[in-house]
Every structure is written in structure tokens, then in C-alpha cells.
């Protein structure tokens, strides 16, 4: 069975610091996994998106990791802000005869706190 | 960028009325649309595969006579909830397709349902 696991589930932390977030996942065949961000009450807006053979893609303050043999990628969020504050949602797509299927994780909220 | 828009972004009735929501690409003609359902602290739950010109494909569990989807035009696609009731109320999320690249799909801002 596809899954998508993240972790930490909720996370708090001060203003400027670093944090890092968690994504494993069992989803076969692989074809990409994402990063979303979703504000309460918003939709997801997409951070980065990375295929098999990328192991890391930034987008500002944003940094991603991928180890596809350990089926692991991280979220690294630097210099955090309170607009930082919100879920983020792993999501990893699986190919298949027909088509491409979304396997979402739950999520992990994070508060930023000045 | 890629832009998907819905409307209403909320909406209350009363329980026993139907509730229709819009869905649109403004940018780019998608083919494939899908809806989603979220409950509070939960992840987006796929309800349906809407595809353009033909019927929709439901999600296990997901009853296609109260939540009828109708994706009319390639910009364009209708989530109608059926006589709505109060477990009905959830926040209902479209997405779009974009045509090229990795398959990604562009998310709307989400339309909050309250049944009363």
C-alpha cells in the first residue's frame, strides 16, 4: 500500500531559527514527490517538486532533500518567519497505467512564534 | 504562473439545499481536474477524477449522486453537493492539471462548506 509519512506532526519554533521536516514514503512506482505549503484555510501552493534523479532543490528560503534509495526527503526551512507559519504537506506521485496518482501525507503545522 | 481559482471561497446553507462550487484554470486548459475534501487537521481526501467531455471517476466510498461533477469546458469544472447535510460541511479543495511537464497539478484556494 502507498504511504506518505511525515514527521514531526506539529512543530513549534522562534522567529530566525531553522527547522527541518520529515517525509517518508512506500509509494512505488515513484515518479516525483513535492513539497506543499497551505495556509489555514487555503489551498496547497507548491514549494518544489523533484524526480528521481534530483537530491536536493532550493526555493529561497526553502531547501529540499530527496534520498530515493531510503525513500526519505527533508524540508529544510532557513531564517524562519512568522508567515512561515502553516502546513506542509508532502506529496508523492506514483505512475501508472493510468495516469499519475497523489499520495498525500498528513502534514506537519508549523508555528513560527516571535 | 499557473493560477486555479474557485468560487464560492465559502458558502452556508441550509441542510436539504444543493451547493454548487466552480472550478477554473485561468491560465491554462486542463483536461483533468480532480476535487478534494478536507476535514480539520486531516490531509486533502480525493473524491473524484474529472476529466473534460466525459464522466467523472469517484474515489471508493464516494457517492456520484450527491456530489456531481460536471467539467464542461477545459477551464472549467462544477462540484454540485446534492442535498447537503451537516457531515457534508468540510472544506473542498479543486486542483488542475497543468498540460505539460511533471503531470503537476495547481491547487485552488479551497471552498469552506457549512451545513446547517
Known amino acids: 500500500k502507498n504511504q506518505v509519512e511525515q514527521s514531526p506532526q506539529s512543530l513549534i519554533i522562534l522567529e530566525g531559527k531553522n527547522c527541518t521536516l520529515q517525509?517518508?514514503?512506500?509509494?512505488?512506482?515513484?515518479?516525483?514527490l513535492r513539497w506543499y505549503k497551505q495556509d489555514t484555510g487555503r489551498g496547497p501552493v507548491s514549494l518544489t517538486i523533484?524526480?528521481?534523479?534530483?537530491n536536493t532543490k532550493s526555493n529561497g528560503r526553502y531547501t529540499a532533500t530527496l534520498d530515493a534509495d531510503t525513500k526519505q526527503s527533508s524540508l529544510h526551512i532557513t531564517a524562519s518567519q512568522l508567515s512561515d507559519s502553516a502546513s506542509y504537506i508532502c506529496?508523492?506521485?506514483?505512475?501508472?497505467?493510468?495516469?499519475?496518482?497523489?499520495?498525500f501525507g498528513k502534514g506537519t503545522s508549523l508555528l513560527v512564534t516571535p | 504562473g499557473a493560477v486555479v481559482s474557485q468560487h464560492p471561497s465559502w458558502v452556508i446553507c441550509k441542510s436539504g439545499t444543493s451547493v454548487k462550487i466552480e472550478c477554473r484554470s485561468l491560465d491554462f486548459q486542463a483536461t483533468t481536474m480532480f476535487w478534494y475534501r478536507q476535514f480539520p487537521k486531516q490531509s486533502l481526501m480525493l473524491m473524484a477524477t474529472?476529466?473534460?467531455?466525459?464522466?467523472?471517476?469517484?474515489e471508493q466510498g464516494v457517492e456520484k449522486d450527491k456530489f456531481l461533477i460536471n467539467h464542461a469546458s477545459l477551464t472549467l469544472s462544477t462540484l454540485t453537493v446534492t442535498s447537503a447535510h451537516p457531515e457534508d460541511s468540510s472544506f473542498y479543495i479543486c486542483?488542475?492539471?497543468?498540460?505539460?511537464?511533471?503531470?503537476?497539478?495547481?491547487f485552488g484556494p479551497g471552498t469552506r462548506l457549512t451545513v446547517l
Open positions: 474529472s476529466n473534460e467531455g466525459s464522466k467523472a471517476t469517484y
Open positions: 486542483s488542475a492539471r497543468f498540460p505539460r511537464g511533471h503531470n503537476e497539478q495547481f
Open positions: 523533484m524526480t528521481f534523479s534530483e
Open positions: 517525509c517518508n514514503y512506500t509509494v512505488s512506482p515513484f515518479s516525483n
Open positions: 506529496v508523492v506521485s506514483a505512475s501508472s497505467n493510468s495516469g499519475y496518482a497523489l499520495n
